[in-house]
């Protein structure tokens, strides 16, 4: 299993994140998350990260923003993330956009009101899990079956009520449907934590 660059926006918590360019390349895997202060990244990464650009530490213009896509493509990245907000890089260009389309490297948005070590944390987790988690801890064919329960909770960004009506039900069904799944998990951790590991299971593992 492999963390892609089009599962980042749906991880738990990473919802304000948007792919902004470069969706043909949306399966890119995602080794490790990556920072990058400094105007050129290229000689810090080693290929397969998501690189970050802040704009903090350093003044990024339309043209450096275009310059880190063609450097990212050459490095082989899995994609960009770009910190947008009144502070630093107000918005991202639609020029940066089509080029990530032209280049084939997925460009997100991501504002500055989510913190960089949740979002950092969330890959790191999911990376982690992918790459060391038993495919055997989840129940294959109860995940099976909640296939459209998952979907739901994407599409609803976690919302019951919303998943309620979506899915034509009460929304204390979508709760106890939940918590069964959760439960079905082995091992520690409670509900939340066991259901996230459910959900990581059914992106990680879709087609």
Same mark, same amino acid.
């Given at each position: 299993?492999? /963390?892609?660059?089009?599962? @980042?926006?749906?991880?738990?918590?990473?919802?304000?994140? #948007?792919? #902004?360019? *470069?969706?043909?390349?949306?399966?890119?895997?995602?080794?490790?998350?990556?920072?990058?202060?400094?105007?050129?990244?290229?000689?810090?990464?080693?290929? $397969?990260?998501? @690189?970050?650009? !802040?704009?903090? =530490?350093?003044?990024? =213009?339309?043209? &450096?923003?275009?310059?880190?896509?063609?450097? $990212?493509?050459?490095? &082989?990245? =899995? *994609?960009?993330? @770009?910190?947008? $907000?009144?502070?630093?890089? *107000?918005?991202?260009?639609?020029?940066?956009?089509?080029?990530?389309? %032209? /280049?084939?490297?997925?460009?997100?948005?991501?504002?500055?009101?989510?913190?960089? @070590? %949740? +979002? !950092?944390?969330?890959? $790191?987790?999911?990376?982690?899990?992918?790459?060391?988690?038993?495919?055997?801890? +989840?129940?294959?064919?109860?995940?099976?079956?909640?296939?459209?329960? /998952?979907?739901?909770?994407?599409?609803?960004? *976690?919302?019951?009520?919303?998943?309620?009506?979506?899915?034509?039900?009460?929304?204390? !069904?979508?709760? &106890?449907?939940?918590?069964?799944? =959760?439960?079905?998990?082995?091992?520690?951790? &409670?509900?939340? %934590?066991?259901?996230? !590991?459910?959900?990581?299971?059914?992106?990680?593992?879709?087609?």
């Amino acid at each position: 299993m492999t /963390l892609r660059c089009r599962e @980042v926006p749906l991880l738990p918590g990473l919802d304000a994140i #948007r792919l #902004r360019g *470069g969706e043909s390349a949306g399966d890119n895997p995602v080794r490790w998350p990556y920072v990058a202060e400094n105007r050129s990244f290229k000689n810090w990464v080693k290929g $397969g990260e998501l @690189v970050f650009v !802040t704009g903090i =530490s350093r003044h990024r =213009s339309p043209q &450096n923003l275009a310059e880190c896509l063609y450097e $990212g493509k050459e490095c &082989n990245v =899995s *994609g960009l993330v @770009v910190l947008t $907000g009144d502070a630093y890089i *107000g918005q991202l260009p639609n020029t940066l956009c089509r080029l990530a389309d %032209e /280049l084939a490297i997925p460009l997100f948005e991501q504002p500055y009101s989510l913190p960089m @070590v %949740e +979002v !950092t944390e969330a890959i $790191g987790r999911a990376i982690v899990w992918s790459e060391h988690a038993s495919i055997e801890q +989840v129940d294959q064919p109860i995940l099976a079956d909640s296939t459209e329960l /998952l979907d739901a909770w994407i599409a609803c960004r *976690g919302n019951q009520s919303a998943m309620a009506e979506a899915l034509d039900c009460h929304r204390n !069904t979508i709760r &106890n449907r939940m918590n069964q799944l =959760s439960e079905s998990l082995p091992g520690p951790g &409670n509900t939340t %934590e066991k259901f996230r !590991t459910l959900l990581k299971a059914h992106l990680l593992l879709k087609p």
